[in-house]
């Protein structure tokens, strides 16, 4: 007789808590792209096209 054996691995999420918060991006409003002349949008450069920036929350002791 053959006996069929199943490992399953437990899959650990490790959090790492972080000092920074994202926020709307400025320069393009959270778009992610700017709007150069009537028919050209560019990459928000600040952003990388993704809407968000990160704000480094202040620690008062």
């Given amino acids: 007789m ?3 054996v199943s490992t399953t ?3 650990k999420v490790h959090t790492i808590s972080s000092p920074f918060n994202l926020k709307t991006c400025n320069k393009c409003g959270g778009n992610g792209y700017m709007k150069s ?3 050209c949008y560019h990459t928000c450069l600040t ?3 993704k809407g968000l920036v990160r ?3 202040e620690n008062i002791n």
Avoid: F, H, R
């Fill in 2 to 4: 053959s006996q069929t």
């Fill in 9 to 11: 691995k437990k899959n």
């Fill in 37 to 39: 002349s009537p028919n």
């Fill in 47 to 49: 952003c990388l096209g």
């Fill in 55 to 57: 704000e480094q929350s």
